[in-house]
């Protein structure tokens, strides 16, 4: 029997008998659509965090300074002179100091984003002023009592008018001189237009404490690892230990989190996965009452002179045909169930996070649905094969 002959008769056994045979793919259909939905759900995950990180700026790196028990004090300016002392590595600096409590704006106190930074922040992550100006050397120089906002609370909270209006942070009256264009595609309170950036001079005077961290540029991103040893090399020497900082590039973060999310979808999809393997095993027993029901017609063809090896090709194709139509119903229930989770997600986050199937996931998910035939429906096969056609012919 040729193979195109034994797929035209295993399409036909599976149509005779529509209802048992989905039932017996309904583990392979969920398996396969539940692997492709958390793939996908992941590689959003990861070109969601890639965009984020992506607009913070993948060129720069976070210095950390600890410098508890150090024998030196690291003050604002003798960064600024290593950052200077490195032009072929390092090119912008700024210090950056985080405050904790509300902002006060009129009689109604909110929770914005407070960030005490230099006048070069804006060229670091690119940030763009649609009104007024951005922060000046001489308001870091002179601790001025001024602040730029972002697009959201120009809006939300001074109705589009913020610039010359006045807020107060940490019980400090700030004049608003500039705000920033719109970063995100839609706005939302805690979001990255929901900010405020005034000198850090004026943070640190306000918070009582010291600068302890700041954001250095890279001159060449392709550079990154010997940009980063020059900047840890001079902050040793300053020190006389590397125990009093810590540098993180941003690479290093998203390539963090990235390996998080792929520890965590593996770990998904192999739970995921033994759906497939119930459903494999379903298979396997259907497939043996098969060849329990066609026990006659088994016999009937041996007795006609039917190989062995013909025998269980017939029924390895038939199983096999069974889990990849399996699969194709799953791959098209993991499409639909992807785009309604992108919806939902839309909806529930009011963030743009794409769950969408990898070629690489419909592929494997595909592949081993119709490997799981094969292999559940091997030991059915051979049982068939290895009929005596006599008993076979006087089964009842």
């Given at each position: 029997?040729?193979?195109?002959?034994?797929?035209?008769?295993?399409?036909?056994?599976?149509?005779?008998?529509?209802?048992?045979?989905?039932?017996?793919?309904?583990?392979?259909?969920?398996?396969?659509?539940?692997?492709?939905?958390?793939?996908?759900?992941?590689?959003?995950?990861?070109?969601?965090?890639?965009?984020?990180?992506?607009?913070?700026?993948?060129?720069?790196?976070?210095?950390?300074?600890?410098?508890?028990?150090?024998?030196?004090?690291?003050?604002?300016?003798?960064?600024?002179?290593?950052?200077?002392?490195?032009?072929?590595?390092?090119?912008?600096?700024?210090?950056?100091?985080?405050?904790?409590?509300?902002?006060?704006?009129?009689?109604?106190?909110?929770?914005?984003?407070?960030?005490?930074?230099?006048?070069?922040?804006?060229?670091?992550?690119?940030?763009?002023?649609?009104?007024?100006?951005?922060?000046?050397?001489?308001?870091?120089?002179?601790?001025?009592?001024?602040?730029?906002?972002?697009?959201?609370?120009?809006?939300?909270?001074?109705?589009?008018?913020?610039?010359?209006?006045?807020?107060?942070?940490?019980?400090?009256?700030?004049?608003?001189?500039?705000?920033?264009?719109?970063?995100?595609?839609?706005?939302?309170?805690?979001?990255?237009?929901?900010?405020?950036?005034?000198?850090?001079?004026?943070?640190?005077?306000?918070?009582?404490?010291?600068?302890?961290?700041?954001?250095?540029?890279?001159?060449?991103?392709?550079?990154?690892?010997?940009?980063?040893?020059?900047?840890?090399?001079?902050?040793?020497?300053?020190?006389?230990?590397?125990?009093?900082?810590?540098?993180?590039?941003?690479?290093?973060?998203?390539?963090?989190?990235?390996?998080?999310?792929?520890?965590?979808?593996?770990?998904?999809?192999?739970?995921?996965a033994i759906s497939l393997v119930v459903g494999g095993i379903?298979?396997?027993?259907?497939?043996?009452?098969?060849?329990?029901?066609?026990?006659?017609?088994?016999?009937?063809?041996?007795?006609?002179?039917?190989?062995?090896?013909?025998?269980?090709?017939?029924?390895?194709?038939?199983?096999?045909?069974?889990?990849?139509?399996?699969?194709?119903?799953?791959?098209?229930?993991?499409?639909?169930?992807?785009?309604?989770?992108?919806?939902?997600?839309?909806?529930?986050?009011?963030?743009?996070?794409?769950?969408?199937?990898?070629?690489?996931?419909?592929?494997?998910?595909?592949?081993?649905?119709?490997?799981?035939?094969?292999?559940?429906?091997?030991?059915?096969?051979?049982?068939?094969?290895?009929?005596?056609?006599?008993?076979?012919?006087?089964?009842?």
């Open positions: 029997m040729r193979i195109s002959e034994s797929f035209s008769l295993a399409l036909k056994n599976i149509a005779s008998s529509k209802v048992r045979t989905l039932l017996t793919m309904l583990g392979i259909i969920i398996g396969v659509a539940a692997v492709i939905v958390i793939v996908g759900l992941g590689s959003g995950l990861e070109h969601y965090i890639a965009d984020s990180f992506s607009s913070m700026g993948t060129n720069t790196l976070t210095v950390t300074v600890q410098a508890r028990g150090a024998t030196r004090t690291m003050e604002v300016e003798d960064m600024y002179e290593i950052v200077a002392d490195h032009p072929s590595q390092l090119e912008l600096c700024s210090p950056t100091v985080s405050m904790m409590g509300g902002v006060k704006i009129g009689s109604e106190t909110t929770s914005i984003s407070v960030s005490g930074v230099s006048e070069d922040y804006n060229s670091i992550y690119g940030y763009t002023i649609s009104q007024g100006r951005g922060l000046q050397y001489s308001d870091i120089a002179t601790r001025a009592r001024v602040c730029v906002v972002g697009a959201y609370v120009n809006q939300a909270r001074f109705g589009g008018n913020a610039l010359g209006q006045t807020l107060r942070v940490g019980g400090q009256a700030l004049t608003v001189v500039g705000v920033l264009d719109q970063r995100e595609d839609s706005m939302s309170e805690g979001g990255g237009d929901d900010c405020l950036y005034l000198p850090y001079s004026t943070a640190a005077r306000l918070g009582g404490s010291r600068v302890s961290s700041y954001v250095v540029t890279m001159a060449d991103e392709d550079r990154m690892d010997e940009s980063k040893a020059a900047l840890e090399g001079a902050l040793t020497d300053f020190f006389g230990s590397d125990d009093y900082f810590s540098i993180i590039t941003m690479s290093e973060l998203v390539d963090t989190m990235t390996g998080m999310i792929n520890i965590l979808v593996g770990v998904l999809a192999g739970i995921a379903g298979i396997m027993n259907i497939m043996l009452v098969s060849v329990t029901e066609r026990t006659r017609e088994i016999g009937v063809r041996k007795s006609l002179g039917a190989k062995e090896r013909t025998i269980m090709e017939q029924f390895v194709i038939e199983a096999a045909v069974t889990s990849a139509l399996g699969g194709l119903i799953g791959i098209g229930l993991g499409y639909l169930l992807s785009a309604a989770a992108t919806v939902v997600v839309a909806r529930l986050m009011e963030e743009a996070l794409t769950v969408a199937p990898t070629p690489f996931a419909v592929l494997m998910a595909f592949g081993i649905s119709a490997g799981i035939g094969v292999l559940f429906g091997y030991l059915p096969a051979k049982k068939a094969a290895r009929l005596n056609p006599i008993d076979a012919l006087h089964y009842d």
